[in-house]
C-alpha cells in the first residue's frame, strides 16, 4: 500500500475531515438550531475553532502554550467593543479582530522566540492570571460581569443563520489545519516538535516556524473568542480563566491532541456532557482532573488515538484509517530478529549508472569530476572550544578536498564530537574559522550549513518514531525552509519531497523499507536510513558520528562498502571507534588526543605509528580480539 | 539491613560452603525498548578472580554490568554468593557487596569529594556517622593519596584522572567483595591510565573479586585471570 | 509607618513563597517534575482545618491531626498510583507533558474537591496564636499570624539544610538531583525520594495554609495563584537552587506588597504576574529555563 491517496490534487485526510464536519454540523445547524441540542453543538463549534488550532501548536509541534484562553478572550472581548460599544456589525469586527490579533501574536511571539519550550510555558501560564486580573476590575470592559453585544454574526439573529455560518467557519478552519499538517511545513513542524536540534540540522529554520506556530495558534484562538462573541451575544471575564483554559486543554487532550477532527470532536463531546448533566457542570473541576490525568496515563492520544489504532488494526486499508490520527499511514510488520533485515539487498544500488534518477545524475556527475578530489571544499583554521576553564579542542587546523573519505579518531573526550558540531554548526567555536567552499560560515547556524551542503549522522540514531522511513528521509529534501507557514496550507511539496526521498532511499537499496515505521527497524537499518536522509539533501560534505557503533562484523563490511561508494562522490568526515574501518577505507586518518591534532597520515601510517599504537592500544589487527577473523 | 557490616581486612577468610562462585548469571537479557543490546548471556565469576570483559564498543558490555548491577531493566538470573537478585532493586547489590565503577565515573558535581566518597556507603548504612567512622571508607580515602589535599572540593572541578580515583573510592566505600569497573580509563592520559591499573591491582590483591570492562583490552588482560568476550551482545569466548 | 508595615507583610507571604519555591526546586531536582499543585496543598488546609472546627465542632488540634493525615494519605496515593505510572510503568511519559500537566491537573482536582466540601465562599483556619497584631515599636506592626508564618519557615529552612547537609540521607537527596544515575549506582532509590519528598511538600504546604489563612482568608481557588507564584520564584531558581528560590520568593512577596500598598489595590497581583511573565520571557537564560526538560 502506498503512501496517502491524493483527490482533486489533494490529500485525501483534509478533504474527508473536512467533508465530515461541513456535512455534519450543517445538518444540526440546519436542523435544530433552535433547540437546545443545537445552541450546545454551535457553543463548542466556537471552542473547536480554538481547539483545532491547539492540536496542530500543541499535540502535532509539541509548542506547549496555556495563553489560549487569553486570545479567545482578546477575540470576544474585541468584537464585543466594536459592535457593543462602538456599534459596527459584529461580523466586521471578527475580521478586524482575527487580523489585528495576528499583530498581538506577533509581538508576544518575538519577544519569546528566544525562550524555549519551559520558559513559553512558564509564562505563558501566567496569561490567564492576568487577563483575568484586569478584566474583573475593568469597568470599561464590564467588569466582572461582562460585556453585551448588540448584532450577531449572521446579521438578523436567526439561529440557523449563526448555525451554518459557524459551521462554514469550522470547517474551513479545519481543511487549513489539516491541510497544513499533511503539507511539507507541517512535517517540518512535527520533526521541530521531536527534536529542535535534528531539524535544524535538516535546515529547518525553527525559530521561525515557532514564531509562525504561536502565531496560528493565537489567531484561531482569537477567531473562535469571535464566533463566540458573535453568536452567544455575551461575553463574560470567566471565558479567560485558568479553569477556561483548563477546559480547553480537556477538549484537546480527551478528543486526541494529534487530531484536529479529535480536537473538534472533543471540544463537541465536553460540551454536550457538561450541558445536558448538572451534576456534571457543577463538579466540571473534579472531573476535569481526574479526566486528563487518566488520559495522559492510559492513551495520550486520546479518543482519536484509540479509535485510529483499532480502525488500523481491523481495517488499515480503509480511507478513514488516516483521519482521526496524523500519522502517516503504515502496515506494521511483525518484528524481525537481528541479523538479515528484509529489504536490504546484499549489493548496493550505489555503482549501477544506467539509472536516470536526477540523484543518480548528480552523483555520476560528481564522480566523474577529475578535479574534485584536489579542490579544496572545507578549511578549519584555528578552531579552539572552552567550556568555563575547561579546555576541549586547541588550535585545530585541517582541510578538506571535495571528495574522499577522512577519518577522525582517538580516546573518547578527546573532542572528536566537539570538532564534528562545530563544522557541522551546532556548537560555536571559541576562536578559529570555518571556511565552505571559500565563503567563511563559522557564523552561520547548522540550518543555513545544511543549505550549502553540510549534512550529518548523530552518534545515537535521531529518527522522527511515528512515521515512515520515507518521511524520516523526506525532512532532509523539503526545500521550504524560506517558505512561510501559510504556503503550506495552499500548497504542499511534501510529494515532490517524497518522490526525492525515494530516490535516494533506492540508491542505498532501502526502496521497500519506505512505508514502514522507523521504530519497527533494526538498528543496522536505522542507521541505514539516517544514511539515506544524510545523502538525500546531496551533501557536498558529509559528517558521520560513529556511524558503525553497534554494528556486527557482517554489518560492518557492508557499511564500509557502502562508505567506500560514498566517498566516490562527495567528502566524508569520518568519527569512528572501529580502527579497522576507518584504517581500511580512509585515505587520510586524523587523530586527536586531549583536544590536539597528534597525527595526521594515511592508513599505513596510521598503523605502523608508534603514538598511535600506544594512544589507541589494540590498534593494530592483531591484537584486537577477533580482527582477523 | 538484612546483614551486619563488618570491616574487612585483608583476604576473605569466609568459609566458601558449596561452591566458590561469587557471582553467577545465567541467561541475561537486556533490552533497550527493540534493541536487544544483551542476549541470553551466561558465564561465573569465582571468588577472588579478576574477570576482564572484552569487545568492541556499543557490543553489549557495559549492559551487561548494569544488568547485574540492577540498574536496567532485565531478565535472566543473577546470584551473588548464591543468593538470587531481585530485578530492579537498586540497592540489593550494593548492599550484598556488589558495586560498580560506572563508564564516565558519574559523581556529584557540585557535591564535595568527600560527600561523594561517603555516599558509597549508602548501599550499607544511612547513618552518616557510621559511614564516616567505618573501616572501608578509611581504607579508601588512604588508597588515593592524591585526594588527600582534595577532600572539600567540588567533585566537578577535578581532572579525569582524579575523578575517576573518586569513583573508585566511592566503590570501594560500601566495602563491596565483588567491584565492577567499566571502562577506567575512559578519556585518560596513559600516564593516568597506568595509575589506575594500579589501584585496580591493589585492590585485587587485597583479595576482592574484580570484574572490569575494557574495549582496548591490552592492560586488563595483564591483570585478569580470565576473559569474557562479548561481541553483539553474546559471549563469544570466556 | 507605610513602607515597613508593607515591608513586614511582604516578608509574611514571601517566607511563603520561598517555602513553596523551595520545595517546587528541590522536588523537580529529584524527579524532574514540577509541582504545581503546592498552593492547592495549602488552601486545603485551611479550608480543611475551617470546616472540621466550625461546621462540625472539632477542637482544633485534632482537627489539624486530621487533616494533615487526610493530605499526607491523598499524596502518598497519588504518587503511588499516578505519578509511577507515569514515570516508572509501561506508560512511560517523557518531556513536557509529564513535567507539567499531571500536577496542573491535580491543581485542579484539589479545587474541584474543596468546592465540593467547602463551598465557594472565603474561610480561614483558626487563628493558633490568637490576639492583636503585635508593634515592633516605630508603628510597625505584624500579625501574630503572621509571625508563626515566618517562624515556621526559618525553622523549615534551618532544619532542611541541616538535613541535607548533615544527613547520610539527605546527602542522597542532593545527590538525586546532581546526578540521577549516579545515584542508583550507589543504591539510592530515587522513587522513594520523590514520593517523600511530594508527601512531604504536601504536608508543609497545609501547615502554611493553616498559619496563614487568618490574615487573607481562603476560598476554593486561592490555590492556584499562590502554587504559580511560588513556582515562578522557583523558576528564578532554574527550578535547581533551593537557596535563590527562598530570596525569590521573598523578593515577589515584598513587592507584591508594595504593588498593593503604593498602586493599586486591585491591579497589584495582576501587574506583579505581568512583570514575572516579563522576566521569564525575555531573559529566560538568567533563570536557567533554557533547558527543555527531559
Same mark, same amino acid.
Given at each position: 500500500m502506498s503512501g496517502r491517496r491524493r483527490w482533486l490534487g489533494t490529500d485525501r485526510g483534509p478533504l474527508l475531515s473536512t467533508a465530515f464536519v461541513l456535512v455534519a454540523g450543517l445538518i444540526i445547524a440546519g436542523g435544530s438550531a433552535n433547540s437546545y441540542f443545537g445552541s450546545v453543538v454551535i457553543l463548542a463549534l466556537t471552542y473547536a475553532i480554538v481547539t483545532a488550532g491547539m492540536a496542530v501548536q500543541i499535540g502535532f509541534s509539541q509548542q506547549v502554550v496555556f495563553s489560549q484562553s487569553v486570545f479567545m478572550g482578546l477575540g470576544a472581548y474585541g468584537v464585543a467593543v466594536l459592535n457593543g460599544k462602538v456599534g459596527w456589525p459584529s461580523l466586521l469586527a471578527l475580521v478586524v479582530i482575527t487580523i489585528a490579533s495576528g499583530g498581538v501574536a506577533w509581538v508576544i511571539g518575538k519577544a519569546v522566540s528566544g525562550a524555549s519550550g519551559l520558559a513559553l510555558?512558564?509564562?505563558?501560564?501566567?496569561?490567564?492570571?492576568?487577563?483575568?486580573?484586569?478584566?474583573?476590575?475593568?469597568?470599561?470592559?464590564?467588569?466582572?460581569?461582562?460585556?453585551?453585544?448588540?448584532?450577531?454574526?449572521?446579521?438578523?439573529?436567526?439561529?440557523?443563520?449563526?448555525?451554518?455560518?459557524?459551521?462554514?467557519?469550522?470547517?474551513?478552519?479545519?481543511?487549513?489545519?489539516?491541510?497544513?499538517?499533511?503539507?511539507?511545513?507541517?512535517?517540518?513542524?512535527?520533526?521541530?516538535?521531536?527534536?529542535?536540534?535534528?531539524?535544524?540540522?535538516?535546515?529547518?529554520?525553527?525559530?521561525?516556524?515557532?514564531?509562525?506556530?504561536?502565531?496560528?495558534?493565537?489567531?484561531?484562538?482569537?477567531?473562535?473568542?469571535?464566533?463566540?462573541?458573535?453568536?452567544?451575544?455575551?461575553?463574560?471575564?470567566?471565558?479567560?480563566?485558568?479553569t477556561a483554559e483548563l477546559?480547553?486543554?480537556?477538549?484537546?487532550?480527551?478528543?486526541?491532541?494529534?487530531?484536529?477532527?479529535?480536537?473538534?470532536?472533543?471540544?463537541?463531546?465536553?460540551?454536550?456532557?457538561?450541558?445536558?448533566?448538572?451534576?456534571?457542570?457543577?463538579?466540571?473541576?473534579?472531573?476535569?482532573?481526574?479526566?486528563?490525568?487518566?488520559?495522559?496515563?492510559?492513551?495520550?492520544?486520546?479518543?482519536?488515538?484509540?479509535?485510529?489504532?483499532?480502525?488500523?488494526?481491523?481495517?488499515?486499508?480503509?480511507?478513514?484509517?488516516?483521519?482521526?490520527a496524523t500519522d502517516a499511514?503504515?502496515?506494521?510488520?511483525?518484528?524481525?530478529?537481528?541479523?538479515?533485515?528484509?529489504?536490504?539487498?546484499?549489493?548496493?544500488?550505489?555503482?549501477?549508472?544506467?539509472?536516470?534518477?536526477?540523484?543518480?545524475?548528480?552523483?555520476?556527475?560528481?564522480?566523474?569530476?577529475?578535479?574534485?578530489?584536489?579542490?579544496?571544499?572545507?578549511?578549519?583554521?584555528?578552531?579552539?572550544?572552552?567550556?568555563?576553564?575547561?579546555?576541549?579542542?586547541?588550535?585545530?587546523?585541517?582541510?578538506?578536498?571535495?571528495?574522499?573519505?577522512?577519518?577522525?579518531?582517538?580516546?573518547?573526550?578527546?573532542?572528536?564530537?566537539?570538532?564534528?558540531?562545530?563544522?557541522?554548526?551546532?556548537?560555536?567555536?571559541?576562536?578559529?574559522?570555518?571556511?565552505?567552499?571559500?565563503?567563511?560560515?563559522?557564523?552561520?547556524p547548522a540550518a543555513e550549513r545544511f543549505d550549502r551542503g553540510v549534512s550529518r549522522t548523530f552518534q545515537a540514531v535521531r529518527l522522527i518514531r511515528g512515521r515512515t522511513v520515507l518521511d524520516n528521509v523526506a525532512v532532509?529534501?523539503?526545500?521550504?525552509?524560506r517558505s512561510s507557514l501559510l504556503r503550506g496550507i495552499v500548497i504542499s511539496r511534501l510529494p515532490r519531497a517524497r518522490a526525492d526521498a525515494m530516490e535516494a532511499l533506492e540508491y542505498l537499496g532501502l526502496g521497500e523499507l519506505a512505508h514502514r515505521e522507523v521504530g519497527s527497524l533494526t538498528l543496522e537499518t536505522q542507521r541505514m536510513v539516517e544514511l539515506a536522509r544524510a545523502m538525500a539533501s546531496r551533501p557536498s560534505l558529509l559528517l558521520l558520528d560513529e556511524p558503525a557503533s553497534g554494528l556486527?562484523?557482517?554489518?560492518?563490511?557492508?557499511?564500509?562498502?557502502?562508505?567506500?561508494?560514498?566517498?566516490?562522490?562527495?567528502?566524508?568526515?569520518?568519527?569512528?571507534?572501529?580502527?579497522?574501518?576507518?584504517?581500511?577505507?580512509?585515505?587520510?586518518?586524523?587523530?586527536?588526543?586531549?583536544?590536539?591534532?597528534?597525527?595526521?597520515?594515511?592508513?599505513?601510517?596510521?598503523?605502523?605509528?608508534?603514538?598511535?599504537?600506544?594512544?589507541?592500544?589494540?590498534?593494530?589487527?592483531?591484537?584486537?580480539?577477533?580482527?582477523?577473523? | 539491613m538484612p546483614r551486619s557490616w563488618t570491616p574487612r581486612a585483608g583476604a576473605s577468610a569466609e568459609p566458601v560452603g558449596e561452591s566458590a562462585s561469587a557471582l553467577a548469571i545465567s541467561n541475561l537479557s537486556v533490552t533497550y525498548g527493540r534493541v536487544a543490546a544483551v542476549h541470553d548471556v551466561s558465564f561465573e565469576v569465582a571468588e577472588g578472580d579478576c574477570v576482564a570483559l572484552i569487545g568492541p564498543n556499543g557490543n553489549g558490555k557495559s549492559s551487561i554490568v548494569m544488568g547485574i548491577a540492577g540498574l536496567v531493566h532485565r531478565r535472566g538470573r543473577v546470584e551473588i554468593f548464591g543468593r538470587p537478585a531481585p530485578a530492579g532493586d537498586v540497592s540489593f547489590m550494593p548492599r550484598h557487596g556488589f558495586t560498580l565503577v560506572p563508564e564516565r565515573r558519574q559523581l556529584y558535581p557540585q557535591l564535595s569529594v568527600a560527600d561523594n566518597i561517603v555516599l558509597g556507603c549508602f548501599g550499607r548504612t544511612r547513618s552518616l556517622r557510621r559511614a564516616r567512622a567505618s573501616e572501608a571508607h578509611r581504607q579508601a580515602l588512604e588508597l588515593f593519596p592524591e585526594?588527600?589535599?582534595?577532600?572539600?572540593?567540588?567533585?566537578?572541578?577535578?581532572?579525569?584522572?582524579?575523578?575517576?580515583?573518586?569513583?573508585?573510592?566511592?566503590?570501594?566505600?560500601?566495602?563491596?567483595?565483588?567491584?565492577?569497573?567499566?571502562?577506567?580509563?575512559?578519556?585518560?592520559?596513559?600516564?593516568?591510565?597506568?595509575?589506575?591499573?594500579?589501584?585496580l591491582r591493589r585492590i585485587h590483591e587485597s583479595g576482592r573479586t574484580l570484574l572490569i570492562v575494557e574495549e582496548s583490552p591490552k592492560r586488563a588482560l595483564q591483570l585478569a585471570d580470565r576473559q569474557v568476550e562479548v561481541r553483539n551482545g553474546v559471549v563469544v569466548r570466556a | 509607618m507605610k513602607l515597613g508595615n508593607l515591608i513586614i507583610s511582604g516578608i509574611v507571604t514571601g517566607s511563603i513563597y520561598a517555602a513553596f519555591a523551595a520545595c517546587v526546586a528541590l522536588w523537580y531536582r529529584v524527579s524532574n517534575i514540577l509541582n504545581l499543585a503546592v498552593g492547592d496543598f495549602a488552601m486545603i488546609g485551611a479550608?480543611?482545618?475551617?470546616?472540621?472546627?466550625?461546621?462540625?465542632?472539632?477542637?482544633?488540634?485534632?482537627?489539624?491531626?486530621?487533616?494533615?493525615?487526610?493530605?499526607?494519605?491523598?499524596?502518598?496515593?497519588?504518587?503511588?498510583i499516578v505519578l509511577s505510572l507515569a514515570q516508572d510503568g509501561r506508560t512511560r511519559q517523557e518531556g513536557i507533558v509529564v513535567t507539567f500537566f499531571f500536577t496542573f491537573a491535580l491543581s485542579f482536582f484539589l479545587e474541584g474537591i474543596a468546592e465540593l466540601l467547602y463551598g465557594t465562599d472565603v474561610h480561614a483556619a483558626p487563628a493558633i496564636w490568637n490576639g492583636q497584631s503585635l508593634s515592633l515599636g516605630g508603628g510597625l506592626h505584624v500579625d501574630r499570624a503572621g509571625v508563626l508564618v515566618v517562624a515556621f519557615a526559618?525553622?523549615?529552612?534551618?532544619?532542611?539544610?541541616?538535613?541535607?547537609?548533615?544527613?547520610?540521607?539527605?546527602?542522597?537527596?542532593?545527590?538525586?538531583?546532581?546526578?540521577?544515575?549516579?545515584?542508583?549506582?550507589?543504591?539510592?532509590?530515587?522513587?522513594?525520594?520523590?514520593?517523600?519528598?511530594?508527601?512531604? !511538600?504536601?504536608?508543609?504546604?497545609?501547615?502554611?495554609?493553616?498559619?496563614? !489563612?487568618?490574615?487573607?482568608?481562603?476560598?476554593?481557588?486561592?490555590?492556584?495563584?499562590? !502554587?504559580?507564584?511560588?513556582?515562578?520564584?522557583?523558576?528564578?531558581?532554574?527550578?535547581?537552587?533551593?537557596?535563590?528560590?527562598?530570596?525569590?520568593?521573598? !523578593?515577589?512577596?515584598?513587592?507584591?506588597?508594595?504593588?498593593g500598598g503604593y498602586v493599586s489595590a486591585n491591579y497589584a497581583d495582576t501587574i506583579l504576574y505581568a512583570l514575572l511573565a516579563a522576566a521569564v520571557l525575555i531573559r529566560p537564560g538568567a533563570m536557567g529555563l533554557d533547558i527543555v526538560p527531559e
Open positions: 510555558a512558564v509564562a505563558t501560564l501566567m496569561f490567564p492570571l492576568i487577563a483575568f486580573g484586569y478584566l474583573s476590575y475593568a469597568n470599561w470592559l464590564g467588569g466582572s460581569i461582562g460585556l453585551p453585544l448588540t448584532g450577531t454574526l449572521w446579521p438578523g439573529g436567526s439561529a440557523t443563520a449563526n448555525g451554518i455560518l459557524t459551521v462554514v467557519i469550522v470547517a474551513a478552519v479545519v481543511f487549513a489545519t489539516t491541510r497544513l499538517v499533511a503539507s511539507d511545513i507541517g512535517l517540518e513542524m512535527y520533526t521541530l516538535g521531536v527534536s529542535e536540534n535534528t531539524a535544524q540540522a535538516m535546515g529547518v529554520r525553527t525559530s521561525r516556524r515557532r514564531l509562525e506556530l504561536f502565531i496560528l495558534g493565537s489567531v484561531l484562538a482569537t477567531l473562535g473568542g469571535a464566533v463566540y462573541a458573535g453568536t452567544q451575544l455575551f461575553v463574560p471575564p470567566t471565558l479567560v480563566q485558568a477546559s480547553l486543554l480537556i477538549m484537546l487532550f480527551v478528543g486526541g491532541r494529534r487530531s484536529v477532527l479529535g480536537a473538534v470532536l472533543g471540544a463537541v463531546g465536553i460540551q454536550y456532557f457538561t450541558g445536558i448533566s448538572n451534576t456534571i457542570s457543577v463538579h466540571i473541576l473534579l472531573i476535569e482532573g481526574v479526566l486528563i490525568t487518566v488520559v495522559l496515563l492510559i492513551e495520550p492520544d486520546g479518543v482519536a488515538g484509540i479509535v485510529s489504532s483499532l480502525w488500523r488494526r481491523a481495517a488499515p486499508r480503509l480511507p478513514f484509517a488516516e483521519l482521526v499511514a503504515y502496515v506494521p510488520t511483525p518484528g524481525l530478529g537481528q541479523g538479515e533485515e528484509a529489504g536490504i539487498s546484499g549489493e548496493l544500488a550505489v555503482a549501477e549508472e544506467t539509472q536516470t534518477s536526477a540523484f543518480r545524475r548528480h552523483f555520476a556527475a560528481r564522480r566523474a569530476d577529475e578535479a574534485a578530489a584536489t579542490t579544496t571544499l572545507l578549511e578549519v583554521r584555528g578552531v579552539a572550544k572552552e567550556y568555563g576553564g575547561l579546555v576541549v579542542l586547541r588550535d585545530i587546523d585541517l582541510t578538506l578536498p571535495e571528495r574522499g573519505i577522512f577519518g577522525l579518531c582517538g580516546p573518547n573526550g578527546a573532542g572528536k564530537s566537539t570538532l564534528l558540531g562545530i563544522v557541522g554548526g551546532s556548537i560555536r567555536p571559541s576562536a578559529g574559522t570555518v571556511i565552505l567552499a571559500g565563503e567563511d560560515i563559522t557564523a552561520l532532509a529534501c523539503l526545500r521550504s525552509q556486527s562484523e557482517i554489518q560492518r563490511e557492508r557499511l564500509r562498502e557502502l562508505l567506500r561508494a560514498i566517498g566516490e562522490v562527495t567528502c566524508v568526515l569520518l568519527v569512528e571507534h572501529d580502527l579497522d574501518l576507518i584504517a581500511a577505507i580512509a585515505e587520510r586518518i586524523l587523530v586527536l588526543e586531549s583536544g590536539a591534532l597528534v597525527f595526521t597520515g594515511t592508513g599505513e601510517e596510521f598503523r605502523s605509528s608508534e603514538l598511535v599504537n600506544s594512544l589507541l592500544i589494540g590498534a593494530s589487527p592483531t591484537t584486537t580480539p577477533g580482527g582477523e577473523q | 585526594l588527600s589535599g582534595r577532600m572539600a572540593q567540588k567533585a566537578g572541578t577535578l581532572s579525569g584522572g582524579e575523578q575517576q580515583m573518586v569513583a573508585i573510592a566511592r566503590g570501594l566505600a560500601a566495602d563491596p567483595r565483588i567491584l565492577a569497573v567499566d571502562e577506567p580509563c575512559l578519556g585518560l592520559a596513559e600516564t593516568v591510565s597506568r595509575r589506575v591499573y594500579e589501584v | 479550608l480543611g482545618v475551617d470546616n472540621l472546627v466550625r461546621v462540625h465542632h472539632w477542637k482544633l488540634a485534632p482537627a489539624i491531626a486530621a487533616t494533615l493525615g487526610a493530605v499526607s494519605l491523598g499524596a502518598y496515593l497519588y504518587d503511588r526559618a525553622l523549615v529552612g534551618v532544619a532542611s539544610v541541616l538535613v541535607l547537609r548533615g544527613t547520610l540521607q539527605g546527602k542522597a537527596v542532593e545527590a538525586c538531583g546532581e546526578n540521577f544515575f549516579g545515584a542508583r549506582i550507589v543504591g539510592i532509590d530515587n522513587r522513594k525520594y520523590r514520593r517523600l519528598l511530594f508527601i512531604l !511538600s504536601a504536608l508543609l504546604a497545609c501547615v502554611f495554609g493553616i498559619l496563614e !489563612s487568618p490574615i487573607t482568608g481562603y476560598t476554593y481557588d486561592s490555590g492556584a495563584a499562590i !502554587s504559580l507564584t511560588g513556582f515562578i520564584a522557583a523558576a528564578f531558581a532554574g527550578f535547581q537552587k533551593p537557596g535563590k528560590a527562598v530570596v525569590a520568593g521573598l !523578593s515577589i512577596g515584598i513587592i507584591e506588597a508594595l504593588l
